[in-house]
Structures are given as C-alpha cells and as structure tokens.
C-alpha cells in the first residue's frame, strides 16, 4: 500500500512538472482577438548569456506587432468615390501611413517564456486606442504644418527665412509619416508645392557678363558676377553643358572651359546645403523645385599668333586653325615660335633629298611671357626624289603629318579644356 502512495505521489509531482514546463500556445500560434481590440506580436532570440537577448526578442517582437497594425489598418482600407466636375476620382483612404516605419506607443508586454534554447517575447496593443491617439496626434501635426505654410508665404519676412519655415513642415510631416496618408498626403503636397512657388517667385538673381571675349582652352579669359536682387541668401549651385564652373564669392570663376563654343549656364538652389533633418525633405524639394537662372556663354577658339618661315605659314595655319584662330597681328593670347631648318641634296645621279625639320614652343601672352609647352624631340620630314619640287612637296607632307601627330595635340592638351 505504502508502495502505491509513493508511486502516485511520483506520478502526480511528475505531470505537475510537466505542466508547468509545457511551452504556452502563443508560441506556435499568435493569439487573434475576435473583437479586433488587440494585435499581437511574438519574438524570439537565442539564449546567449554574453548578448542582450532578451532586447532582442522584445525588438523582434515589436517589429512583429508593427506589422499586425499595419496588416489591420490594410484591412480596413476602403476604396472611395468622389464626384466632382469632371467625373469620379477614386482614391484610397487609410487610417495611418502605408509605410513600413510606423511608430508604436502604448504596447505591453503580456507574458515571457524560456526553453533551452531560445528566449520568446509576446507583447500587445490596443488597436482602437492606438488608431484614435494617432489620428489626433497627425491632426495636430497638420494643423502644425499648415501654420508654417502660411509664415512660406508670407512676404514681409525674408526669404531663408521663409524657407526654413518650409523645411520645418515637410520634416514634420516625415516624422509623422503623413505623406503615407491619404488623408493628407494630396494636400500637403499641395501646401508645400504652393509654398515652394511662393518662394521661387520671391527670389531673383542678376547676372552680370562683361562683353570682352572668352576663349576655350584659356579658363582665366572667363568672368562674370551674380548677386541677388534683395537680402535672399538662400546656397545656390551652378551647372553647366560644358567645363566646370563654381561660384568663388560673388564671382563665376571657370576652372575648365570644355570644348564646347556655346556653353549653358544653370543656377538653382543648392539643396544639398539646405539644413534638414529627412533626406526625404531634401529630396522632396530637388524634385519639385523650379527656380533657375541661367545664361549663355560663347567661347571662341584661342587666338595664336604664328611665327614661322613664310614657306611654313600656309600648311602650319591650316593645321592650326583646327584648334586656334591663327592671326598675324598684335592682340593674340598666345604664340607658336618655330625653328624650322630645310636642308637640300644633290646626289651625282641627280637625285634630290629634302629634310625639314624644327622646334616649336608654345607661350601665353599677357603682362609676362609663359612658356606652356615646347617640343623636346626635332620634328622631321625627309624625301628622296629625281624632282626637286616632289622631293620638296614629299618632305614637306611628312613634316607635316608628324606636326599633326606629335605636336598638334600637346598643343591642345597644353590649354585648360
């Protein structure tokens, strides 16, 4: 008898134990409220005694339930019909944003759990609550935002100013997430657009580009002046179809003209200078922007004057002028110096054989003389004919084709294109 007492005693402890042990159901399926008041989440993370893991199971299970609300709000979504003048427009309305990054307040966490392995976190909300906070919450954001697009318009303050305002309302609606809202999403963007508008027809520039000449290749040729028209001092960038050109205080200053003669010229608002706290203000603002000014710049070809042999000028110019207008006057910013030799031989069988051969140093020409570039090997032409006058026309074509060759393009790379 003693016997079977201890064995049921046993027995007893045992499923007592077993129970107790026994992993909850919400691990294997998350609880569904019927009447829709609360929405679960569950998470989980390895035991690991040197790692946070049981943060990382409440931050998994947080993430869950984010996804629940979001999955019950979608369910709820309803399609609208609106009519107006010009037939029906449909348009989907949401009780919060549709993006994924949706801020969650008021959760608990209901029960914890442990096995040998891994740690599981269930934690819930209160859907309807949570939905009537966030929608006073958004409603007071919007009433936030419109206040700031009234002060983007309003003319008596400054135009930084003004902006600022802007950029304060678009983060504000980033942080609550209202572009992701269909209740609000048409009118702000509508808001912000206008008052974007606004600003940009606040703001002028005047661009000042004196009538002197430019020249490609030869940046420093270049000058013009900006200023605003008022106290605006919103950053501005500049752009350009050709060369690279930046804004050096109040000046244009062109560090490479490009090859290009006719260049444009493009001012906007540098955006990427624009404090903000969202890229997605940032890139708001790059997208609907409008505001430019702009100009049309002409290079002409650099002026050379040549100095050469007059037997030399005519192939030399017509080689040249590829790259510079060739002149013979004064006034030309650079010079091309040659020193060409031309050697003749008889042979007892009357052959004839012509070399031409030379040197050429390329200079600027300002208050001070610069060489910019000289050629470091003799550049040569030779021919063997029994017609001095083919000898001489096949010299010279060989010259030429290693000028064009060896010194026509140091000529080009010499210039700041």
């Known amino acids: ?66 996804q629940e609300v979001q999955s019950e709000i ?132 005047a661009l000042r580009i004196p009538e002197e000449s430019a020249y490609l290749g030869l940046p420093e040729t270049f000058h013009a002046q900006w200023q605003y028209v008022g106290r605006d001092q919103i950053p501005l960038s500049i752009q350009s179809t050709s060369g690279q050109f930046i804004f050096e205080d109040q000046n244009i200053q062109c560090l490479h003209t490009g090859d290009e003669p006719v260049v444009q010229l493009s001012i906007t608002w540098d955006w990427d200078k624009i404090q903000c706290s969202h890229l997605a203000t940032k890139r708001w603002l790059k997208n609907k922007s409008q505001w430019s000014e702009g100009t049309v710049v002409n290079f002409q070809k650099p002026t050379l004057s040549l100095s050469c042999p007059e037997e030399f000028k005519a192939s030399l110019t017509q080689s040249l002028s590829q790259y510079f207008a060739v002149q013979t006057g004064e006034g030309a910013k650079l010079g091309l110096e040659s020193k060409l030799d031309l050697f003749t031989e008889t042979s007892t069988q009357g052959t004839h054989k012509v070399i031409v051969e030379g040197t050429f140093v390329l200079t600027s020409i300002g208050e001070y003389v610069d060489v910019m570039w000289k050629s470091a090997n003799l550049i040569k032409g030779t021919a063997i004919s029994s017609s001095k006058e083919r000898a001489m026309q096949s010299a010279m074509n060989a010259f030429m084709e290693d000028f064009n060759y060896f010194v026509l393009p140091q000529l080009h790379r010499s210039l700041d294109y």
């Open 1 to 66: 008898m003693k016997n079977l007492l201890a064995l049921f005693i046993t027995l007893l402890l045992w499923s007592c134990g077993a129970r107790k042990n026994a992993p909850p159901s919400w691990i294997s399926g998350k609880p569904i409220d019927a009447s829709g008041t609360y929405v679960y989440g569950v998470g989980s993370s390895y035991i690991n005694p040197n790692t946070a893991y049981q943060q990382a199971a409440r931050s998994n299970a947080l993430a869950d339930l984010a």
């Open 74 to 205: 979608f369910d709820e979504t309803k399609l609208l019909q609106k009519e107006d003048a010009g037939g029906f427009n449909s348009a989907f309305e949401s009780n919060t944003t549709s993006t994924s990054a949706l801020r969650l307040e008021d959760y608990e966490l209901v029960e914890s759990y442990a096995d040998e392995v891994r740690f599981y976190s269930l934690y819930r909300l209160d859907l309807q609550a949570f939905l009537r906070k966030k929608a006073l919450q958004d409603a007071e954001a919007m009433d936030w935002i419109n206040g700031k697009f009234l002060e983007a318009h309003d003319v008596r303050m400054s135009v930084p100013v003004r902006l600022s305002a802007l950029v304060d309302a678009l983060d504000k609606a980033h942080d609550f997430q209202l572009f992701g809202d269909i209740k609000f999403k048409t009118k702000l963007n509508a808001g912000a657009t206008a008052a974007l508008r606004a600003l940009e027809q606040s703001t002028s520039l």
